[in-house]
């Protein structure tokens, strides 16, 4: 039995949540932001850039971060994720799309991000390679509610748009 043909639009959406902990950078979109505590993980731990990519990589049906990145591998041990991200972009337009746009959301009792938006909408439309337009980025608090709302940890939610732009490579 033959594969179906792939539908010409395509969503992802993608979900990460790290712990805040002393000692560590807080890194979001890509923009270190000042703050006490930092987010614990393997690579940079950006939150955002990781919900992103599993997006990005949703809406290929590439797997997920764990499966292209895992971190079991030291290469990943503190990893730009904006290279991760950009990886998962070209790993996507390998499949046969071509991303249209990112919304996210960032949820975070403190920092207050809106001094931060615009970088990291700059960051992540370069990681992606598509225009600052066609990405979005909010930042919302958990209300102090559960372990969010009590700033031990910080959660990021994307979903994107891809359409098709070329038969998948392996089609070529």
Known sequence: ???????????????????????????????????????????????????????????????????WFPDSDPAHAGADSAILLARACDGLREAGYGLQNVDATVIAQTPRLRDHIEQMRENIARACGIEVGQVNVKGKTAERLGALGRQEGIAAQAVVLATRIAPPAQDR
């Open 1 to 67: 039995m033959s594969e179906p043909a792939c539908p010409p639009i395509r969503i992802g959406q993608g979900y990460d949540i790290h712990a805040l902990v002393p000692g560590r950078r807080l890194v979001l979109g890509g923009v270190t932001i000042e703050h006490t505590l930092g987010l614990l993980g393997h690579s940079d731990a950006d939150a955002l850039l990781h919900a992103i990519t599993d997006a990005v990589l949703g809406a290929g049906a590439l797997g997920d971060i764990g499966s």
